[in-house]
């Protein structure tokens, strides 16, 4: 079930690369905000802070991920001339506005942690450094993106986590929300561990494996499943072949079968079961490939499956040798959704924050250092940017006066080692599938705490 990989010679192309034509995506309150400031000449450098305020339910950490897109995203923010006659249209915006939104780049800093670290409430994602209105205007973009790509990079690590080892392939795409999301999700799903997807455009787009077979369709539409197998296996001889369309055991009779008269020409590498009691369809598929003397065949499992049930399958014994999951990672079921939020925390030099109850925000720019025991990680620490504290610093210039730097951190393979290097670190406890009881510890120091205390008085006062 080795996953193709895609032509390593082959550049993977961003689908949001160039002018990409999504100034536009944004809420109309970020425009009328954003004339608001033109007209009130607010152009002072503002700190807009990304996080997640807590975890939902069975999550004990995040997995950060959508940096390379929010990225290239802001590279490439552009007005077009259809985009400001779409604004004209709408009788809100002045010239004036419209004359400078034209000319609109963004051209600020954006401190943010590397794709794939883990992280927790209220920690910043990403902090964007720039004048009020450049930081403004993207906040729709950049919660959208991070949001998802988060989303569905934590859930998928629970997957990878739950088969132990075992491959796992994306077969999300036809049921996700809408075709970015299909496309971010195998991107996300690769960062967290996913061995490759069935999605042939993001492979293409981002240089994900690709891997697939057959469908049910494919055997209904022969005379019989002997018929199907015998012309897919021709074509494709290291195939894997799907054997529960009529009677699962009967298809795996009919395997053995073709194995028999095949000969030295049966290369099929593995079967699928995509319905019915896995475990034991598995365990009395094996008992008869083995009996067959086709102990090199694989079992391949599909059909609604989630982290609970892979789980449940790997710690009962069943001979599955990978696993193809789709819709509950794809839509991340069980949490679709993350407390998101991208506050302003700093403006014209002074810290900024909400005194809203339960949404607390921290101000400045901040850094969050990670603290290790033995090897282990144990703690973070929320710091101000200019903190000097143990640990190591997880906020890092990414980009600088609106370009990118060393654009090679972002390559998928280095993102997804990095992920399974950092996750490897934290406690056993925090990785675990289960409710990790107590949570993994975050402090906020005492210089924050303390610069938090004087800009509440302030805006109190």
């Not at 964007?128 to 450049?134: F, T």
């Not at 970015?180 to 996913?194: E, H, M, Q, T």
């Not at 094996?286 to 499956?305: N, T, Y």
């Not at 393979?413 to 406690?427: F, G, M, T, V």
């Amino acid at each position: 079930m080795d996953p193709s990989r895609a032509d390593a010679g082959t550049k993977p192309v961003n689908e949001d690369s160039g002018r990409n034509g999504l100034a536009l995506f944004a809420d109309l309150y970020e425009l009328t905000m954003l004339q608001a400031y033109f007209e009130e000449d607010m152009a002072e450098d503002a700190v807009f802070s990304l996080f997640v305020r807590r975890l939902p339910a069975r999550r004990n950490f995040l997995l950060a991920c959508g940096l390379d897109t929010v990225l290239d995203y802001l590279e490439n923010l552009r007005f077009s001339d259809e985009d400001i006659a779409y604004l004209k249209s709408l009788g809100q915006f002045s010239d004036r506005f419209l004359a400078w939104l034209r000319d609109f780049r963004f051209a600020g800093n954006v401190y943010a942690v590397r794709e794939g670290t883990p992280v927790f409430p209220n920690e910043p994602i990403l902090e964007v450094v720039a004048a009020l209105p450049q930081a403004q205007i993207v906040e729709t973009f950049v919660m959208n993106q991070i949001h998802l790509q988060t989303l569905l990079a934590t859930k998928a690590q629970r997957v990878v986590t739950a088969a132990d080892s075992r491959p796992v392939i994306d077969f999300g795409a036809r049921r996700m929300h809408g075709i970015d999301a299909a496309l971010k999700a195998a991107r996300a799903f690769y960062i967290a561990g996913v061995a490759a997807t069935s999605n042939v455009l993001a492979g293409k787009r981002y240089g994900v494996p690709v891997a697939g077979t057959m469908a049910h369709s494919y055997i209904q539409a022969h005379e019989d499943e002997t018929a199907a197998y015998r012309a897919f296996a021709k074509l494709y001889p290291g195939t894997v072949l799907l054997v529960d369309t009529y009677d699962t055991l009967a298809g795996v009779h009919k395997v053995i079968d073709l194995a028999e008269t095949l000969g030295g020409d049966f290369k099929v590498k593995a079967v699928r079961l995509d319905s019915g009691d896995l475990l034991a369809l598995s365990k009395q598929t094996r008992l008869l490939f083995d009996e067959a003397g086709l102990d090199r065949v694989e079992i391949f499992a599909s059909g609604g499956l989630d982290e609970y049930a892979v789980a449940e399958l790997v710690s009962s014994g069943a001979p599955i040798d990978g696993f193809g999951v789709g819709t509950s990672m794809g839509v991340s079921s069980d949490a679709p959704d993350l407390d998101i939020a991208y506050k302003l925390c700093e403006y014209a030099g002074k810290g900024r924050l909400k005194l809203s109850t339960g949404k607390p925000v921290l101000p400045g720019r901040k850094q969050v250092f990670r603290i290790s025991e033995d090897e282990q990680d144990v703690r973070d620490l929320i710091g101000r940017a200019d903190e000097d504290l143990p640990g190591r610093p997880l906020l890092t210039l990414c980009m600088r006066e609106g370009k990118r730097l060393s654009p090679g951190t972002f390559d998928l393979d280095n993102a997804r080692s990095h992920a399974q290097q950092q996750i490897a670190r934290l406690p056993a406890r925090i990785r675990a599938l289960a409710g990790a009881g107590a949570p993994y510890p975050v402090e906020v120091s005492p210089a924050l705490a303390d610069f938090q205390r004087r800009v509440q008085d302030e805006v109190a006062s």
